[in-house]
């Protein structure tokens, strides 16, 4: 992602410290999202730091196909986690022919040169933070709850900055990240403790 953009995310959530719950308010407060998420304006970032939002309408197949995800219900956090996963990648991937924006490539490198909208880090960890609170929101969630989107690194100091998407653990307390900037658009989201993530993971080979 960018510097300036980071710096600028960065200070914003100082700011505006949210609490457990407040996932979706901490977007709507710093973008141009509607105040009241529904599905039949669902805000999908664009273009780096959400310099573009583009509000899509999801139809009633649309919502079948991802709530068929979720049945029957996951009888364990782990499985339900499993199930997230899947659901995002479908919903990357009808937002991504709504919104325009299939032909996101994986980081941020590799989408230059192209002429389709790319996302960095911002863009996705807002999306997908986004796509879990219409899932909560439907009752499709049991394990889990969502939080507010976390950061590791800042500037030069722990690391290149990087954002992603993240749940947690009702019975346990554990948190789980959601980061799907590592994948193109549609593919799956890699889902992994927190703990492990702030430590700098990627997945092996990935150069930005």
Not at 80 to 91: D, N, P, Y
Not at 112 to 136: A, H, K, R, V
Request: net charge negative.
């Amino acid at each position: 992602m960018r510097l300036f953009d980071s710096a600028m995310l960065s200070m914003a959530l100082l700011a505006q410290p949210v609490v457990a719950g407040q996932a979706y308010d901490q977007l709507y407060r710093l973008y141009d999202y509607p105040k009241t998420l529904h599905r039949s304006a669902v805000p999908v970032c664009f273009h780096h730091g959400c310099e573009s939002v583009e509000r899509v309408t999801l139809t009633e197949d649309h919502w079948s196909r991802l709530a068929g995800y979720f049945n029957p219900p996951a009888e364990t956090a782990a499985d339900e986690r499993e199930q997230v996963r899947l659901a995002v990648a479908e919903m990357e991937r009808i937002t991504g022919t709504l919104a325009g924006t299939a032909g996101d490539i994986a980081g941020d490198i590799g989408g230059f040169g192209t002429f389709d909208p790319q996302m960095d880090c911002i863009d996705e960890s807002s999306n997908t933070t986004t796509y879990l609170t219409l899932f909560d929101q439907a009752g499709l969630l049991r394990w889990h709850s969502i939080e507010p989107v976390i950061s590791r690194g800042y500037l030069f100091i722990g690391g290149w900055p990087h954002y992603t998407a993240r749940l947690r653990d009702k019975k346990t307390g554990e948190q789980w990240v959601v980061d799907s900037w590592f994948r193109d658009n549609g593919e799956l989201p890699d889902v992994l403790d927190l703990d492990t993530w702030k430590d700098g993971w990627k997945p092996e080979g990935f150069t930005f």
